[in-house]
């Protein structure tokens, strides 16, 4: 296992294209076509011990190109900070384009309302090593929100470059019991901010 307390050890192949990043929200060149997204339900929570992974029947279409949803995962606090701000949570639904490369999108939540998709989710958190399948629809989380894009890489060993990411411009909301009952299932697992360096960041909207 790779220690959050000790990134400066993890192996990787360097590069200037890393993730997470502060994403500045303005002025950001526009690109005309929000992402669309088919209805995602989960089927499957497996409970890793160091993480929630979760998966399921969803596609996107990202920049007219479809993308088949793989895993969905949280981190928490969140990797990606809008406006030098950090936000409590951030899940992160993986996905796959034709061509084998992944796209990332991301969603960040802010302390709040408890937010009922998330209490299904941690009602039906299976015991540690073990798998637990589920029908809960996670789509309100990534319709009806302009999102943020850039190019960037994996947050977590061995951070592989090359990888989309799109963040939902609007945080959903978790209460802080909720992001306690998270913090039972995995420790603190956020990846430090790295330097945009020559990248661009746009809107989609
Ligand atoms: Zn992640």
């Known amino acids: 296992m790779y220690r959050y307390d000790a990134q400066q050890n993890w192996s990787h192949i360097s590069g200037q294209q890393q993730s997470p990043i502060n994403i500045t929200t303005h002025h950001r060149q526009l ?3 929000r992402p669309t997204f088919t209805t995602y339900q989960l089927t499957k929570i497996q409970n890793l011990g160091f993480k929630l992974s ?3 029947h969803g596609q996107a279409t990202l920049q007219q190109r479809p993308g088949q949803w793989q895993e969905l995962h ?3 606090p969140s990797e990606h900070h809008f406006d030098d701000q950090a936000a409590a949570l951030e ?3 993986v996905h796959q384009f034709k061509n084998g490369q992944k796209a990332v999108v991301g969603v960040l939540f802010q302390l709040g ?3 009922p998709v998330l209490q299904q989710i941690l009602t039906q958190v299976p015991p540690q090593a073990q798998s637990q399948t589920t029908a809960i629809t996670v789509t ?3 319709t009806n929100t ?3 894009h850039y190019m960037g890489s994996l947050t977590t060993p061995p951070i592989i470059e090359g990888i989309e990411w799109y963040l939902a411009q609007q945080l959903q909301t978790v209460s802080p019991q909720q992001l306690t009952q998270f913090q039972q299932f995995f420790a603190k697992n956020n990846r430090d901010i790295q330097p945009l360096n020559d990248r661009a960041i746009f809107k989609l909207d």
């Open 140 to 142: 309100d989380w990534l």
């Open 113 to 115: 309302a408890p937010n």
């Open 54 to 56: 979760l998966s399921g």
């Open 91 to 93: 899940a992160h639904f």
């Open 31 to 33: 690109i005309a076509t």
């Open 74 to 76: 949280f981190h928490y």
């Open 146 to 148: 302009a999102y943020y």
